[in-house]
């Protein structure tokens, strides 16, 4: 079955107008009373091995080396995610929500993902 110009020209104009995101719609509904339209969601990864240090477990310590890793691992998948939006034509991000995963093959290595919504003015 061909499909017709009208419905040709109409399904592009919505591809332009169509995103991905994981807002609710009472999320959606306030970002469109700010002025704000999402226009994709962006997302950002990062899979740091961490190491080991040494401690003495006599006394309470911090682990430096493992905490600096895990603020480096966490502010680089953040970073990601901000240029990926940002080459969308992004100007914010909302709702981030970012995760960190332990891999089963190998209990030293954590994978942060940062995900949200990218916005606009409208």
Same mark, same amino acid.
């Given at each position: ?9 109409? %399904? ?5 107008? %169509? ?9 959606? *509904? ?22 080991? !240090?040494?401690?003495?477990?006599? !006394? ?7 905490? !600096? ?43 942060? *993902? ?9």
């Amino acid at each position: 079955m061909a499909v017709s110009q009208e419905t040709t020209l109409r %399904l592009d104009e919505n591809r332009r107008d %169509l995103f991905t995101s994981d807002l609710s719609v009472s999320e959606f *509904l306030l970002l469109e009373d700010l002025g704000y339209q999402p226009i994709g969601l962006a997302m950002g990864t990062s899979v740091y091995h961490l190491g080991v !240090q040494n401690a003495r477990w006599r !006394q309470s310590v911090e682990l430096d080396v493992l905490t !600096q890793a895990m603020y480096s691992a966490r502010h680089l998948a953040m970073t990601r995610m901000q240029e990926e939006a940002r080459r969308a034509g992004a100007t914010g991000i909302v709702g981030v929500q970012v995760s960190e995963h332990s891999r089963m093959w190998d209990n030293h290595v954590f994978e942060f *993902l940062a995900v949200g919504p990218g916005i606009r003015r409208a």
